[in-house]
């Protein structure tokens, strides 16, 4: 069903006094009143920023109007095309001014942690408004809302927070869409007219993750690929894209958090799944296991993407103490071989997946900004804190946005940390992931959105 937003009404009354009342009472509540005021806090946020959203869609003029020349191009992927962080296009600006970027527009966005993914001028994510999650397509030159499509659902976490988590992707004309409680469903992405929908762990009896489903569709020759939490039932399932029909399901298996990524790896095209205790290659048109590789996380949370590493070799990396592996694969007479040849603990990726360039392996090690040398694991050096961002390589330079909505624009050099230009273009906890198409960046966090034109002249 299409989400309808209520008429739109004052707050009667503000969050800061509601909050100073909970606190009031905080003296004398255990710690079961610390979670209850949390969450009326949040409840309270969260009512407040519905409010911002509805009269910012009944004033679209509220949106800065820019006429650009070029229609951007597409960004149908969780991190892009190959989910690798690596951006195609346009040449883009060499720095920034020391003020930073003269943004497109700004705008609020309902909560959650979704990126966007883009196409044909239009810029699709999932939010919280209220309860219900919504699929969202914004104008990519201008955020005026374009269409939504929702449907009641509400997940509170009280440490990580609420809303969905896992970025929708885009095959041509549909686009995919999965919420933090199962709810897999295929939009026309033109006009968000519902094609399916299927409930993964309900109709599989299958109990949610802690932090619920956080892992990104995967689409590829007419298959929908997605982890589901794999508690006591298949952890990775198959559906037909155009009608939503089973195909397969395979990996019994707990989950993490991480997404399924489609590559060409010893001579045969292999989907990776990296589980909560190990990592998979699966077949992609039976889900047959190919091989797999221990990798035990804490607590099974695996959240980074597995990353090809050339012809033969794929790189994995988590946080909570665990650290990096780069693996070789090879083949004989159709059986193939995981093979460990380095780990390190210079590199732990708790929430952002590394990127790889010329040789080396840029990345978050638990909140810092580092560079390995893929062919020994060797930590070239490690600098600046942008805590539990996120970062691309786009243009020969890293863009990376810190976890507190800080955009910085780096060298990526083997030799020292060289940092180019930095601003402060979110404010508040920014762990999604940004996006960019034909030279715009898109980026926004559980509170706002915003766009930057990154082009040279």
Known sequence: MDFQPRPHRPSRVK?????????????????????GYQSNIQLVIAEELADTLEAHRANPDMATHRDLAATPGSWTDYRGPRRDGIVAGPRLLDSWTKDGLQPLYRQPVGGGYAAFVIGDGMAFTIEQRRDHEVVA??????????????????????LGGDGPRATPTLSGQWLLAYGAEGAL??????????????????????????????SSPLVHEGRVIVTTSGKEGAGVRAYQLSDGTPLWSAVPEQQGYSSPVVVELAGRTQILNLAGNALYSLAPESGKVLWSLPWKTSMQISVAQPLLAGNDRVFVSTGYGKGSVLVKVTQKNNAFQATELWTSLKMKNKFTTSVIHEGTIYGLDEGRLAALDLETGKRLWKAREYGHGQLLLADGKLIVLGDDGTLGLVNPSREAYSEISAFQALEGRTWNNPSIAGGILLIRNDREMTAFDLRAP
Request: proline content about 4%; some cysteine; glycine content about 10%.
């Open 15 to 35: 969050t800061g006094v509601l909050i100073l009342l909970v606190l009031a009472g905080a003296g004398w509540l255990g710690m079961k009143g610390w979670w």
């Open 185 to 214: 469903v295929c939009l026309n992405a033109n006009t968000g007219t519902p094609r399916w929908r299927r409930e993964v762990l309900k109709e599989n009896k299958l109990e949610n993750l802690p932090w619920a489903m956080s």
């Open 137 to 158: 397509a914004y104008d990519l030159l201008t955020g005026k809302e374009r269409w939504t499509h929702g449907w009641p659902t509400y997940f509170r976490e009280r």
